[in-house]
């Protein structure tokens, strides 16, 4: 049997499809690259949380909008990872409002976001 050394999509046409997207501002969902940089992870991270939020409460992206005080189009921006639109302090405020707890590891490169609320994880043990 003949090996095929074909990848599917062409090599040609793969790259085409990610140039396109990479320049669209419409509802394109963006992936982080492979040699994303430590910010851009965590804002990535962040949309991913407030995406998970708004789908785990069944909100539509009008009432996301109305609950964080943003536009629309923010949001899209938001729930489509465009992190190169986006403001780190803008998405932590964000994240914020809607009670969502960061937990930042710097030494792993984890950004872990929870929709529990800050206090409670700030809350020292009593001795």
Same mark, same amino acid.
Request: contains cysteine; charged residues 30%; glycine residues 2%.
């Given at each position: !049997?003949? /090996?095929?050394?074909?990848?599917? $999509? $062409?090599?040609?046409?793969?790259?085409?499809?990610?140039?396109? #997207? =990479?320049?669209?501002? +419409?509802?394109?969902?963006?992936?982080?690259?492979?040699? #994303?940089?430590?910010? *851009?992870? !965590?804002?990535?991270?962040?949309?991913?949380?407030?995406? =998970?939020?708004? =789908?785990?409460? +069944?909100?539509? *992206?009008?009432?996301?909008? /109305? +609950?964080?005080?943003?536009?629309?189009?923010? %949001? *899209? /921006?938001?729930?489509?990872?465009?992190?190169?639109?986006?403001?780190?302090?803008?998405?932590?405020?964000?994240?914020?409002?809607?009670?969502?707890?960061?937990?930042?590891?710097? =030494?792993?490169?984890? %950004?872990?976001?929870?929709?529990?609320? %800050?206090?409670?994880?700030?809350?020292? /043990? #009593?001795?």
């Amino acid at each position: !049997m003949a /090996k095929n050394n074909s990848t599917f $999509p $062409p090599q040609e046409e793969f790259e085409r499809v990610v140039k396109k #997207a =990479r320049s669209s501002d +419409k509802r394109t969902n963006f992936l982080l690259p492979p040699d #994303a940089s430590y910010t *851009e992870k !965590m804002k990535y991270n962040l949309c991913k949380s407030i995406a =998970r939020y708004e =789908r785990e409460n +069944k909100l539509s *992206e009008q009432k996301l909008a /109305k +609950k964080l005080g943003i536009t629309h189009t923010q %949001v *899209e /921006k938001i729930l489509f990872c465009h992190i190169d639109k986006l403001n780190l302090e803008e998405l932590t405020n964000l994240a914020g409002t809607l009670a969502l707890s960061l937990e930042i590891n710097s =030494r792993d490169n984890l %950004v872990n976001v929870s929709q529990e609320h %800050v206090w409670k994880k700030a809350t020292p /043990k #009593a001795h």
